[in-house]
């Protein structure tokens, strides 16, 4: 059977992976892309748990090989369900459709899977109930609060894995370099939703492999800098991924390099007691 999988899949969390599994064997999963937030939102929305290829990767770790993306514009955000029926039908001859229990299109969000089920002729509709994670159904915007909230531990248990952010690394001012921390700093897209200011215990994946560190976050930048204590080496130019494991502290202002080095020394040396015990 030729099983489609249909949403927008933001985070690829506890719930989307209930929907793949439900889907069986070698499933096609259509990705809506840019997601109907980022089009509804009144101005740029950086809440995103995934950009497209954090999504793609996501999908590829837990054994999704076909991806289809399904370019989301205004016109399906006010289509029928015949209209919408019509557009699916053009991205392959499936046999069955699966789609979460708060499945929303169309016109005010009144396309669900029941309309569905009378638009798709020919073609079975599964609807998956929710997936419960201490008694809460598993949601992306759930995920985000908790994720904006610094409470990455809860999120990694809805997400089944720690929030991370792909990025490039860019050179910076050298402002760690010169107080003794030199600092990778990971550039992520505008949309991404980042942890809030302060500083966290991470592993950070490299082309050279997997090192503990501890990473920064400053207000209003969507950038993550990252200190790996020991590291020799240099990433300019290449995409890296962190992982959040914990939150160490907030923001904290200092006077004198002095303070700054000590309070940059204590971060580090609590996130790499956190690492240890983080697996």
């Known amino acids: 059977m030729n ?140 995920i985000r609060s908790l994720v904006e909230n610094g409470r990455l531990f809860e999120a990694a248990e809805y997400l089944g894995r720690p929030y991370s952010c792909l990025g490039v690394v860019a050179r910076g001012r050298g402002r760690g370099r010169s107080l003794g921390f030199p600092t990778m ?15 966290y215990a991470v592993k950070v994946r490299t082309l050279g492999g997997d090192y503990a560190g501890a990473a920064f976050r400053q207000p209003e930048r969507n950038c993550v800098e990252v200190h790996i204590p020991g590291f020799q080496g240099e990433n300019y130019g290449h995409e890296i991924e962190v992982f959040f494991a914990e939150s160490i502290r907030k923001p904290q202002k200092t006077q004198t390099d002095p303070q700054l080095i000590e309070l940059i020394t204590m971060d580090v040396n609590a996130a790499m007691e956190v690492i240890k015990k983080w697996q």
């Open 3 to 142: 099983t489609a999988v249909l949403g927008g899949f933001d985070g690829i969390h506890l719930g989307h992976r209930k929907l793949m599994e439900s889907a069986g064997s070698d499933p096609v999963v259509i990705c809506m892309e840019p997601l109907p937030r980022q089009l509804t939102a009144a101005s740029g929305w950086s809440r995103r748990l995934t950009t497209p290829g954090e999504r793609r990767k996501a999908l590829h770790d837990i054994g999704i090989i076909s991806i289809v993306t399904l370019p989301f514009h205004r016109g399906l955000m006010t289509c029928s369900p015949g209209q919408f029926a019509g557009v699916f039908s053009r991205l392959g001859a499936f046999d069955r459709v699966v789609v979460g229990w708060d499945f929303r299109y169309g016109h005010n969000r009144r396309g669900g899977p029941d309309t569905l089920t009378s638009s798709l002729h020919g073609v079975e509709v599964l609807v998956v109930p929710p997936f419960l994670q201490r008694g809460r159904p598993v949601k992306s915007e759930w």
């Open 185 to 199: 700093n990971v550039m992520v897209p505008a949309c991404k939703l980042l942890p809030p200011a302060g500083s």
